[in-house]
């Protein structure tokens, strides 16, 4: 629905504290807004306005995802807010659908987001690829350190050693993203400026190469003097994160346990009576391909996949998306052309999730592929293999 009262346009300047307290009232925030938070820019803000009133905002975030060791340019939708004397206008619609032709322009082909509404998103083409999982662990489970010591200094939130160990173990994992440095400033700064909070960085070294970087902060606990909020945990290589976790072991005379949102399959590879451990939240994130065929062709393929599946694809938001292509798999590679007999009917949000590695007998069964044979779905199950995870928050 469209209003004439209303207008689709970047935020217009010396708006950001206005953005700010609608985004306090629509998440109950009571933190005051600080004009040195580092943000996007203006053109990154799709915001509605009712004359001068701004009535909502969605914020998209640069950066890189990583599919089959593939960097993929991804938004990442973020701060989507209506003011409350103007919802149910569909202006969320209206600025997510102007938010996916600023972010094609940008070469960003798929898109991101943590909902606090599933049912909004999924009208938007978005579906839910993987789980933001925060865990905690008791100190006590976490083996020694395997290999040699690491050589451990303390450093400030934003020494670049932390963001290079992370940056080099990322790729190597579905779904994890490279930031950006709006990502990372934003998040130094709230570390070095927020209240309450007694934090800390440090890197890891081996052989005087960093391999190794933990930023937390200690909580109060119930059973023991604190708990470890582990904000960040990087390794280069599977010993590097193994002895990250250890280092924050060495706090177990104090600490009982850590919290960490590495994903389940990765702790489980490093603290052997992982059942022991506990999900204590859990918020399922969600993914859009907001360009089919870039998302498909930029993306890394299981090299021994080959064969080929006609759709017709069901994109009432993008239209260049919609109807009958062609995805091709050979060589670990992936071509999507319009054309071919659209034999099988797949919605953008079946798409998405099957891209992110979503069962896909299972959405078959549940008849989410409308003319589909044995060998279609196959192919996609084949194709689409992933345990993608997003293990920090945008």
Known sequence: MHNADISIESLRDGDGAARWDLGRQAFGSTVDFDAELPGVVAERTVAAYRGDALAGTVVTIGFTAHWGGAAIACGGVSGVIVRPEDRGLGLAKQMLAESFERMRSRGESIGALFPTTATLYRGAG??????????????????????????????TFGDPAIRAVYETMAPHLDGWMLPGDVWWDRNTHIATTEKGKNRYAYVGSRNGTDVAAVHYHYDESVDRLYELGVDLLAGVDHDAVGAALAFLAGNATTAGHLRTTLPG?????????????????????????????DAFTQRRWPSPVAGRIEV????????ANAGPHVIEFADGAATVEPGGAG????????????????????????????????????????????????????
């Open 265 to 293: 399959h990765l702790l489980a590879l490093h603290v052997p009576q992982v059942q022991q451990t506990s999900v204590v939240d859990d918020w399922p994130w969600m993914l859009r391909l907001v360009d089919v065929a």
């Open 312 to 319: 017709d694809i069901v994109d009432d938001t993008i239209a």
């Open 343 to 394: 034999t099988v009917e797949v919605q953008i949000t079946d798409l998405a999730a099957i891209y992110a590695g979503n069962d896909v007998t299972m959405r078959h069964r549940a008849g989410r592929l409308p003319g589909a044979s044995r060998d279609d779905v196959d192919l996609l199950a084949a194709a689409c293999t992933s345990t993608a995870s997003m293990p920090y928050f945008f």
């Open 126 to 155: 978005f579906e839910i690829a993987g789980s933001y999982e925060t865990r905690t662990v008791p100190l006590a489970l976490i083996p020694a350190a395997p290999g040699a010591p690491l050589a451990w200094r303390r450093v």
